[in-house]
């Protein structure tokens, strides 16, 4: 009997069709098919040259995706929807290259330049740097925004709706 050496998505189990995917979830960096990646944030690495096999024919690469952080991301908080405009208007005012905010992060140029894009959500810990290094916040608390614009206002839980409607029958 043949053995099958289709690669097996480490999340469902199914057999990926197309290019596999590597995704973080709670820290562990998975192989998975197309409908599994959403369930992380997807790991950027540098491509390597496939070992060719007997097609000639090369798949077009996909635009970049913009992915969305996972739910164990979140705990922090929400990165800001303009974060790269943030970064690229803070790096300029303080005069500096997308090389030089590099070498002073001890970051890639090519990473800083796909996160000014927006092309690619900065990891927690280059997330702190930028935010140390230009004297930025690209996260937004959803504590802290809800409390200021509430005034401490008590909003209705999904019970609290429930009861009413109830009283009111």
């Known amino acids: 009997m043949p053995k099958d050496t289709s690669p097996k998505c480490e999340m469902c189990g199914g057999t990926i069709q197309g290019p596999p995917k590597t995704v973080r979830v709670e820290g562990a ?7 599994c990646a959403r369930y ?92 140390k290094a230009l004297g930025i916040r690209l996260i937004d608390t959803p504590e802290e925004d809800e409390g200021a614009r509430r005034g401490g206002k008590v909003v209705p839980t999904l019970g609290d709706v429930i009861s009413l409607k109830k009283v009111h029958k």
């Open 29 to 35: 960096e998975l192989t998975v098919c197309a409908q």
């Open 40 to 131: 992380g944030t997807e790991v950027q690495r540098p491509s390597r040259p496939e070992p060719r096999t007997g097609s000639p024919t090369r798949i077009a690469p996909a635009a970049p995706v913009r992915r969305s952080r996972d739910v164990f991301d979140l705990i922090e908080g929400e990165i800001v929807d303009d974060y790269g405009e943030r970064i690229r208007t803070a790096r300029m005012e303080k005069g500096l290259s997308q090389k030089e905010l590099a070498l002073q992060l001890k970051e890639k140029e090519l990473l800083i330049k796909k996160i000014e894009k927006g092309d690619l959500i900065p990891e927690d810990d280059v997330r702190r740097k930028l935010e």
